[in-house]
């Protein structure tokens, strides 16, 4: 039996190229030997490709320091189906190791989050180089990741979300005043995030006007588009789909993070430092709000036009009114990151869900459909 050659990318540009690492590191831990070739490929936070060792103690959460991707063998994916998978960018001679590593990948599992990774960019150059990849495409990648176009999109299908401004960098410059009117509308209290972000990075919650300006520089340092929502009363629900072996999104037990401690909502430090949430999983729902968050979590993978998995975020309302808050088309994935967990209580163990995600991959491959 000949083993299908998997490539685990991780890392990347993005703030989030830690969790990232982690992420991967437990994807590689998991990963069936008798089944796949692995190789594993690290994208520094520079955007270089290495190959990295395929080690999973590498990439772990060490107490409050978490790794990262170290320079090394630079290869690249050419983004020509015919030049052959993965290839070095030094030349031949210069080559000093991990050359059996290298040519052509049947599948990738691009276990990244955020932009140049969660948000069609590498999606796009997987398709034209031909390589399937787990998850969802160019299309469903983008849309999800930015949490301004995400949310029309929803809304269109008739998902309730937030009401929200969206502010982009030149229009805060230049109408401060009229952009704080429109916040105003809203009411207080309001979060302001990056629209492209994740890991709750560059996100704050503004309970005072005069706070605004100091919570959109912060969010504009992430990213030059910001969007303010009104803040959601409500308990934060997740709940993950899976396609099943025929392709139809199956959904998840969802699941409730709790945090415990001291922290205003759930922040960077919160998901992964301080060990300050809890994890009910299942959530502690009744069944008739579970069975409607499950469909609304279908619909929303189907009004994004996502593929293989992805995580949808809710608030439940005291009342048990459903709000939509995010789309994760690349949820944490490391075994203790909710989407594994919710899988896990719905009789899907870590390296089954792995396997199912790269089958599915392999069923679709590449191209329009
Ligand atoms: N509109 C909102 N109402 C209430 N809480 C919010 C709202 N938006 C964000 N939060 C809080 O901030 C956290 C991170 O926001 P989210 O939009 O999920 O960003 P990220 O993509 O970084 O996870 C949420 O899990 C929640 O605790
Ligand atoms: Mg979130």
Not at 211 to 217: C, I, K, T
Not at 244 to 272: C, I, M, N, W
């Amino acid at each position: 039996m000949t083993r299908t050659r998997l490539a685990v990318v991780f890392g990347g540009r993005s703030t989030e190229h830690a969790i990232s690492c982690v992420s991967a590191g437990s994807i590689l831990a998991a990963v069936d030997r008798d089944r796949y070739d692995v190789v594993a490929v690290g994208i520094t936070p520079e955007g270089r490709w290495v190959l990295a060792p395929d080690d999973p103690s590498l990439l772990t959460r060490s107490g409050r320091e978490l790794p990262g991707v170290k320079d090394g063998q630079a290869v690249a994916l050419p983004g020509d189906p015919t030049a052959g998978g993965l290839v070095p960018l030094e030349d031949g001679a210069a080559l000093n190791r991990d050359t059996a590593l290298l040519g052509a990948v049947d599948v990738v599992f691009p276990v990244l989050h955020g932009p140049y990774g969660e948000d069609g960019t590498l999606q796009g150059l997987l398709e034209l180089a031909d390589v399937p990849y787990v998850g969802s495409g160019v299309l469903a990648s983008a849309a999800a990741m930015d949490k301004s176009v995400a949310r029309v999109l929803l809304a269109a299908a008739g998902i309730p979300v937030t009401a929200a401004v969206t502010v982009r960098a030149a229009r805060w410059a230049s109408d401060p005043a009229g952009v704080t009117e429109q916040v105003r509308a809203l009411g207080l209290p309001v979060f302001v995030k990056p629209a492209r972000g994740g890991s709750s990075i560059g996100i704050s919650r503004v309970t005072d006007l005069a706070d605004l300006p100091a919570a959109v520089a912060d969010a504009l340092r992430c990213d030059p588009k910001v969007l303010v929502e009104a803040a959601v009363v409500g308990r934060e629900v997740e709940c993950g789909i899976l396609e099943d072996a025929t392709g139809q999104p199956q959904a998840s037990v969802p699941a409730e993070v709790r945090l415990v401690g001291d922290h205003d909502f759930y922040d960077f430090e919160a998901k992964y430092l301080d060990d300050a949430t809890e994890l009910d999983c299942p959530a502690d729902l009744s069944a008739d709000v579970t069975a409607r968050l499950q469909e609304m979590a279908r619909q929303a993978y189907a009004a994004l036009d996502c593929e293989g998995l992805a995580r949808v975020d809710f608030f439940v309302g005291p009342d048990g009114g459903l709000t939509v808050n995010e789309v994760n088309t690349m949820p944490g994935f490391t075994p203790s990151s909710m989407f594994p967990r919710m899988w896990a209580a719905s009789g899907v163990d870590y390296p089954a869900l792995v396997d199912r995600l790269v089958q599915a991959a392999l069923r679709r491959g590449t191209g329009l459909r």
